[in-house]
């Protein structure tokens, strides 16, 4: 059937329905004639009459009520599922998947995310922890969020956070037996917890800076860990130092669960972005959760 017989077919329906060509013209927005005309096409093509029609009335022939006992139903269907599109068109609605760090997830994407979650409640977000800076494209992830040197340059990057420091930290347990060190180069003589990163491929050296110079250490301890949260916790147990972002661990150094070293060495990281390919059209949701995201200082 030619596409167009559609509209015949709607056309046929609100006729049917009406017993009018004059009142089933008006609620289609369309000129009685034009409507006769369609009908008449549609007899044509399929080689049936669908109306008797005289002078006073029109109704539906035996082939064109069991036409309407198939297309009536068929027809609130689409009707229905049309109307409500029309009445979620304002409402945000989707699946949103980034990829992430635990500690990017805990202070930036999370606080922002929950008044957004609560107001619209058809967004729906997938978070997943990942240090092995995953292929976003590849793995079917929306965005990632990692700090600004990590982003690719062909990547549309949306800062969310801004610059913070790694702190060297240890528990008020662990220093009662031990000097804080007050050179990186002292760290050789401390228990410290190492970071296993998927990207380097081995251990995470501590970065550090001073009036300009930058030192890397690599450190030796007892425990490992691929992700800052059990490294905060390992610290807070006595079992050595940790390099943790200020964030993470400033409200423990507040409450005296840890205490800082190394103050004058602590660098600057650059603050955290949200990425997407540049060729992505962004979902409406997605523009949501970016916008929810982004930094406002």
Known sequence: MAR??????????????????????????????ALSHSIQGLEGRLG?????RTTRSV?????????LLILAPRFEEIEGELNRLRETKDRLAGVVRINTTDYAADTI?????????????????EIAIDYAMSDIVAQGFDAGVRSGADVAKDM???????????????????????????????????????LRLPTYGG?????????????????????TFGDTARML?????????????????????????LKP???????????????YPSRRQPSPAFAAVADALRSRS
Not at 48 to 52: C, D, E, K
Not at 203 to 223: C, H, I, K, S
Not at 233 to 257: K, N, Q, S, V
């Open 4 to 33: 167009e017989s559609f509209d015949d077919l709607a056309g046929f329906l609100a006729v049917a329905r009406e017993r009018s060509f004059t009142r089933a013209a008006a609620k289609l927005g369309v000129t009685p004639s």
């Open 233 to 257: 916790t390992a610290a807070l147990d006595g079992f050595g130092l940790a390099y943790l972002p200020e964030e993470l661990a400033a409200p423990h150094i507040a409450a005296g669960r």
């Open 109 to 125: 994407l999370w606080p922002k995310l929950r008044p957004l979650l609560r107001t619209h409640p058809d967004i729906h977000v």
């Open 156 to 194: 549309i990057a949306v800062r969310i956070g801004p610059d913070f420091r790694f702190m060297v930290v240890g528990s008020p347990a662990y220093f009662q037996s031990r000097e804080a060190p007050k050179t990186p180069a002292d760290l050789a003589t401390h228990v410290c917890i190492n």
């Open 203 to 223: 251990l995470y050296a501590w970065e550090f800076e001073r009036d300009g110079r930058e030192e890397r250490v690599r450190v030796n301890g007892q425990l």
């Open 48 to 52: 049936v009459r669908l109306l008797n």
């Open 59 to 67: 109704s539906p022939s035996e082939a064109g009520e069991r036409l």
């Open 261 to 275: 070293a190394l103050e004058a060495w602590w660098p600057t990281s650059d603050g955290y972005y949200l990425y």
